[in-house]
């Protein structure tokens, strides 16, 4: 298993609430990520990281941000959930360079009704 | 533009039987490849990668996956297929070089019949 950690597992929040779900890793990486996956669908990247203070936005455009000011700790924040928002989220480590594989949280299945 | 096929949404195999999950890909450069396995209400855990060198590459639970450059291919395959390897299975690449980020498959889910 690897040592990347998210915090709720499960959310159920109403309409307009500000959340922040938590991922942090224990492995000293570089790089984090975050990915919105549906149930039994493909990945998306919302967000990545390379070091302390660098955020970027993926491939998925995304109404939530991301902050990147310990090396362990890359949260992402929902100011005004929305039911579209209604997902898994996925957060991610590795170190940096493009061969080395990226390590999964067990991920945050967020329902907003 | 860098992309992944999974060309199957689903296969199905019987116990004991050897498996075989497609993927193929397109990169600039030379690529990157990996394979990782999702159950259900979990993250996904990575399972075996092609980087250079020999084009089968060993995994973990008995996976491997052949290189194939002129067909642009990288399956995942196993000899003997367990009912505990029924899960999502996500093909991923990014090209040497690129300034781009890991590409995942849409995913195949591979059940396994006792």
């Known amino acids: 298993e690897a040592d990347i950690y998210q915090t709720p597992r499960y959310l159920v929040i109403g309409t307009g609430k500000k959340i922040t779900l938590e991922c942090s890793q224990t492995?000293?990486?570089?790089?984090m990520y975050w990915y919105q996956q549906d149930p039994g669908m493909e990945l998306h990247l919302i967000h990545y990281s390379y070091g302390v203070n660098s955020t970027e936005k993926g491939d998925l455009s995304s109404e939530s941000t991301v902050s990147r000011i310990r090396t362990e700790h890359f949260p992402l924040t929902l100011e005004s959930a929305r039911p579209s928002h209604t997902s898994q989220y996925l957060c991610a480590s590795s170190l940096a360079g493009s061969s080395y594989e990226q390590y999964f949280g067990p991920g945050t299945r967020l329902t907003v009704t | 533009a860098q992309s992944v096929a999974q060309p199957e949404d689903q296969v199905n195999v019987a116990e004991g039987n050897p498996l075989t999950v497609k993927c193929t890909y397109s990169v600039s450069g030379n690529p990157y490849l990996f394979w990782y396995v999702q159950y259900p209400n979990r993250g996904l855990q990575f399972l075996l990668k092609y980087i250079t060198g020999d084009n089968l590459v060993k995994g973990s639970y008995g996976f491997e996956a052949e290189f194939n450059k002129s067909q642009t291919s990288f399956h995942l395959k196993k000899p003997s297929a367990l009912v505990s390897d029924s899960a999502l299975y996500f093909c991923?690449?990014?090209?040497?070089?690129?300034?781009?980020?890991?590409?995942f498959g849409s995913g195949t889910q591979l059940t396994v019949l006792p």
């Open positions: 991923a690449v990014r090209g040497s070089g690129s300034a781009r980020q890991l590409t």
């Open positions: 492995m000293g990486h570089d790089k």
